[in-house]
């Protein structure tokens, strides 16, 4: 059982970590990515250099993953709240450590053949501030919107939206769903060029250079994606 004076010494050590801004900053660095995303980046990543952030990068890369899941899910037919929530929680257990320590890893590799610096441990913080960060702050921004608009906002059906069919919406829900577009539309936007802030950070390089690693990247992801397709299409014609 804590001592009087062991509790005594843990807020006094709290409070001085507070005056130091050892705490406060890290809140604040949540806020001021979305205006100075590289002087965040350079600040975390001596703070990553001196401290392990495992668990916490990790936890960060979770709640971003489930946030994602919960406001980008969409279905052929109306589910419910409870489905799309259990389906966040289990698929981000997947998803967190890959988007954390794959993704990143993704990016040093590349970054690497057009002369970046950064380490697979730079690239983790670079994504984690720039865009796991944001991702949660968009999602939980989005969580009212969709709470308005209803269990409606996940269905998505291409064939019925290409015949005109749509779901009748309330003229606040409809009000919900524009404002959520835009917002999601801004966000979607502002966070990208985040990232390639970060990972120029990260990798000592503009941000131009940074979206070449993306282009570069997402190029070879597609032609995986079709030669794994393809594979699969001859082994089920056999």
């Known amino acids: 059982m804590l001592s009087l004076h062991q509790l005594k010494r843990d807020y006094d050590t709290i409070r001085v970590q507070v005056k130091k801004g050892g705490i406060s900053k890290n809140m604040q660095n949540w806020f001021k990515v979305w205006i100075r995303p590289r002087q965040v980046v350079a600040d975390e990543l001596k703070t990553a250099r001196e401290k392990k952030q495992t668990w916490n990068y990790l936890l960060i890369a979770y709640v971003s ?9 969409s279905s052929g037919v109306v589910p419910t709240f409870a489905y ?4 966040a929680l289990l698929t981000s257990i997947v998803v967190a450590p890959i988007s954390l320590y794959v993704l990143s890893w993704l990016y040093k590799w590349v970054g690497s053949w057009l002369g970046g610096k950064g380490t697979a441990l730079d ?3 670079a994504t984690v501030h720039t865009s ?28 019925s939206i290409l015949l ?23 966000a979607g936007i502002w966070t990208f060029v985040l990232l390639m802030h970060g990972i120029g950070e990260a990798h000592q390089f503009s941000a ?31």
Do not use: C
């Open 65 to 73: 993953a489930v946030l994602s899941t919960f406001t980008n899910f």
């Open 84 to 87: 799309v929530i259990v389906f």
């Open 123 to 125: 690239l983790r913080v």
């Open 132 to 159: 796991m960060i944001p991702l949660i702050i968009h999602g939980l921004i989005s969580i009212p919107f969709i709470l308005v608009i209803g269990e409606t906002y996940y269905w998505f059906d291409l064939e």
């Open 164 to 186: 005109g069919i749509e779901i009748a919406l309330s003229p606040l829900q409809l009000w919900a769903q524009n404002i959520l577009g835009l917002i999601s539309l801004t």
């Open 208 to 238: 131009w250079k940074s979206v070449l690693v993306v282009l570069i990247l997402g190029a070879m992801l597609v032609v995986i994606a079709v030669v794994v397709s393809f594979l699969l299409a001859i082994v089920g014609a056999l």
